[in-house]
């Protein structure tokens, strides 16, 4: 199948829990996220492809493929950092991180996951997980991804 232009709305909250915050008396802070990308999508098989390219800190562009496979996720990252995260509700699932400055080990427990397209290239995917890096709880995070036609300027969240 060809690719179809497509542009993604990803907003990001974390919660981080520092345990020397809390033990400061701050219990949490809330990290919010929200950008826009041009990407691609395309079907191979039984799952939907959506490709994008993120700066990560105004360094070099990271290739970002999101893999739809019926209710499971799997996001990978190519460039200054790799790194391959699996979603699928109730799991958890254990990957590295790797950056320029060495590896991190990180495991992802996905509490609640919502993936939904109305049309091939119309949906959106929802994951709350709790995110271990080198085994430290760091926090619980949710990102929502909206998948929209190139051609469709304006949208509206469903939540």
Avoid: C
Wanted: hydrophobic fraction near 30%; proline fraction near 2%; glycine fraction near 6%.
């Amino acid at each position: 199948m060809e690719q179809q232009q497509v542009r993604l709305h990803i907003q990001a909250i974390h919660q981080i829990e520092d345990q020397e915050l809390i033990a400061h008396g701050i219990i949490n802070t809330i990290e919010k996220i929200e950008n826009w990308y041009n990407g691609t999508l395309h079907v191979k098989e039984n799952a939907t492809y959506i490709q994008y390219n993120d700066t990560e800190l105004e360094q070099e562009e990271v290739k970002t493929v999101i893999k739809v496979e019926g209710q499971e996720v799997t996001i990978l990252k190519y460039g200054n950092v790799k790194s391959t995260q699996r979603f699928a509700k109730g799991k958890q699932y254990k990957s590295n991180y790797e950056t320029p400055y060495g590896v991190l080990p990180l495991e992802v427990e996905t509490k609640d996951m919502v993936v939904d397209f109305v049309s091939k290239d119309d949906g959106y995917i929802q994951i709350d997980y709790v995110l271990d890096i080198g085994g430290e709880r760091l926090g619980s995070r949710k990102v929502d991804i909206r998948i929209v036609p190139q051609t469709l300027r304006h949208v509206t969240y469903k939540h």
